[in-house]
T-cell receptor, first 117, second 111 residues
Framework: DTGVSQDPRHKITKRGQNVTFRCDPISEHNRLYWYRQTLGQGPEFLTYFQNEAQLEKSRLLSDRFSAERPKGSFSTLEIQRTEQGDSAMYLC???????????????FGSGTRLTVV | RKEVEQDPGPFNVPEGATVAFNCTYSNSASQSFFWYRQDCRKEPKLLMSVYSSGNEDGRFTAQLNRASQYISLLIRDSKLSDSATYLC????????????FGSGTRLSIRP
């Protein structure tokens, strides 16, 4: 396991199209997070999962966005009816939260860069 | 008010200089604190955690002031390879919750 993998690395789509991104976390990590980053800003939290349960969604995650982690392993982030404002880097991270509720560090993937034209 | 605020910079300093960044956070109950480094078009990577008593890792020193709700990062003897964006990161609720990023401070080291 070489870390968190994201696919695709780059995606160019026309406005109004749907896109789906995939994230494969580090296998022993139980938490998976999605962040979005635009130019000149830090990553903004979108949502996170504990195993297959989606525990929190940001208000940034409009109805056009949906994330799943069906078997508690990989996750997908889908954006429907894309808009130019959706253009950003979408980052996935995973971490291990132990029984002591301590978080033993986040690892980020390389991200998917989305351009909506 | 943003949960985590940083001066965006850019800081442009000569090689060998000492440079310091500050960051403020709004939630006084925040549990844990970090500095991440992000190179252009790359993912963020953990630089160091920030402990209450302050901590050092080579040329890097991090400090936390809970009373004033700010975190600092000091880089001594800066190298060209230190050029990057430095992100202040906070766990605002518990160590098991999500982390919140500041907007980052850009640092450029010139020869």
């Amino acid at each position: 396991d070489t870390g968190v993998s994201q696919d695709p690395r780059h995606k160019i789509t026309k406005r109004g199209q749907n896109v789906t991104f995939r994230c494969d976390p580090i296998s022993e990590h139980n938490r998976l997070y999605w962040y979005r980053q635009t130019l000149g800003q830090g990553p903004e939290f979108l949502t996170y999962f504990q195993n297959e349960a989606q525990l929190e969604k940001s208000r940034l995650l409009s109805d056009r966005f949906s994330a799943e982690r069906p078997k508690g392993s990989f996750s997908t982030l889908e954006i429907q009816r894309t808009e130019q404002g959706d253009s950003a880097m979408y980052l996935c991270a995973s971490s291990l939260v132990g029984g002591d509720s301590q978080n033993y560090g986040y690892t980020f993937g390389s991200g998917t860069r989305l351009t909506v034209v | 008010r943003k949960e985590v605020e940083q001066d965006p910079g850019p800081f442009n300093v000569p090689e060998g200089a000492t440079v310091a960044f500050n960051c403020t956070y709004s939630n006084s109950a925040s549990q844990s604190f970090f500095w991440y480094r992000q190179d252009c078009r790359k993912e963020p990577k953990l630089l160091m955690s920030v402990y209450s008593s302050g901590n050092e890792d080579g040329r890097f020193t991090a400090q936390l002031n809970r009373a004033s709700q700010y975190i600092s990062l000091l880089i001594r003897d800066s190298k060209l390879s230190d050029s990057a964006t430095y992100l202040c990161v906070v766990n605002p609720y518990s160590s098991a919750s999500k982390i919140i990023f500041g907007s980052g401070t850009r640092l450029s080291i010139r020869p």
